[in-house]
């Protein structure tokens, strides 16, 4: 299985970015695409989950980040709005087989795209 994110980039505070994660090695569509995301200094932490019919988000992206996922194509999609800087961080994908209690959990999760900065200027 590999994951290909891409779609960071620099915008200002208030802007708009969408992140792609492309999915390839699983036979079926029966996994789930999260988001994480790790700011300088600081630990990994959880943005956002999409399993089959099931999303989860952080609290602190709430009502501004959006994910996706289009299974014909195998891609994931974090469609993110009214950025703040405080949302700059190196952007990871990561499958898992299930959508489990811990879904908001890095260890969770059996694979991981490379990452892609998304840094927001105020």
């Known amino acids: 299985v590999q994951l290909q994110a891409c779609g960071g980039g620099l915008v200002q505070a208030g802007g708009s970015l969408r992140l792609s994660c492309a999915v390839s090695g699983y036979t079926s569509s029966r996994y789930v695409v999260a988001w994480f995301r790790q700011a300088p200094g600081k630990e990994r932490e959880f943005v956002t989950v999409?399993?089959?019919?099931?999303?989860h988000y952080a609290d602190a992206v709430k009502g501004r980040f959006t994910i996706s996922r289009d299974n014909a194509n195998n891609n994931a999609y974090l469609q993110m709005n009214s950025l703040k800087p405080e949302d700059t961080a190196v952007y990871y994908c990561?499958?898992?087989?299930?959508?489990?209690?811990?879904?908001?959990?890095?260890?969770?999760?059996?694979?991981w795209g490379q990452g892609t900065l998304v840094t927001v200027s105020s």
């Open positions: 990561a499958t898992a087989t299930g959508l489990g209690t811990r879904f908001n959990v890095p260890s969770w999760y059996d694979y």
């Open positions: 999409i399993g089959l019919s099931t999303t």
